[in-house]
């Protein structure tokens, strides 16, 4: 594993160097006031007449369409989603990639299924914050920062990685820490996180732990209580503590349910549909579905969406978050 740090980095390796931040949704907005508070020169580009758009302006910036940042930007950072990059790149980006210039993410999707073919001429880095924007801005202006992951695709300059840890650095990821990988390793790890833990997995764990109780006779919101609410409190100590501290802190009769318990759940049927999950992210099937499905205008994802808004675990939990507004 390597890891680099703020001694490893150097703003005046970018400092004469404009940066693009294409796309000035949550990530955008944190990467961009955290460059241009580390002193180096940052432009934005995002839709006009948008909330994002006012936002730049109420920020300070002059936001202007993508494809006069990209002709004026040395580095283009698209922060944009997924599912729209490769056709804005198309439109505004791919002509102004001159040689010396450096094309961005912070999320390996479209480079790694050959959805963006940038030319041999440019560099073609990541940096991708461990976090969402508003805690990579957050940290920033607490003197902290949120780790990063680093990986170059193409390094037609020489001084990539240079340039990749220097933007790193004006993130205030160097502070934390950045590690090293590699743009299939990124987003593999990342749409497979996404899909058996971190969305998909727990919300359809809690769904299920929901109804079984409630179908078992008992209140639905003591079972909203014990299922989903609480969740939060687990979820924070493993985040500061790890499994086993969060083992430590809690009762001995849940830390016994949870080591007898658990791999019940998660057992040897659940380990086998993550291994074809993983699979599916691997071989590009997920992404072509993924790619496919906003071809044709979200049919699938808008009838799950709909479907998930009617739950009643929706309805219970809009009721018992109106009792509690130290949430707000």
Known sequence: MKMYYD?????QDIQDRTIAIIGYG???RGQALNLRDSGLKVIVSELEGSPNYEQAIKDGFKPMEAKKAAKKADIIQILTQDHVQAALYRKAIKRYLTDSKSLVFSHGFNIHFK???PPENVDVWMIAPKGPGALVRRQYEEG??????VAIYQDASGHALKDALAYAKGLGGTRAGVLETTFAEETETDLFGEQVVLCGGVTE?????YETLVEAGY???IAYFECLHELKLITDLIYETGIQGMRKRVSDTAEYGDLTRGPRVIGARAR???KKILGEVQSGKFAREWIRENKKGRPNMTALRE???KNPIEEVGAKLRGMMPWME
């Open 144 to 149: 902290k920062g949120v780790p990063c992951l």
């Open 115 to 117: 959805q963006i073919v």
């Open 26 to 28: 949550i990530q955008g």
């Open 272 to 274: 086998k549909e993550m």
């Open 307 to 309: 479907a998930g808004d």
């Open 205 to 209: 764990l809690v769904k299920a732990a």
């Open 7 to 11: 001694n490893d980095a150097d703003l």
């Open 219 to 221: 209140q639905p919101e």
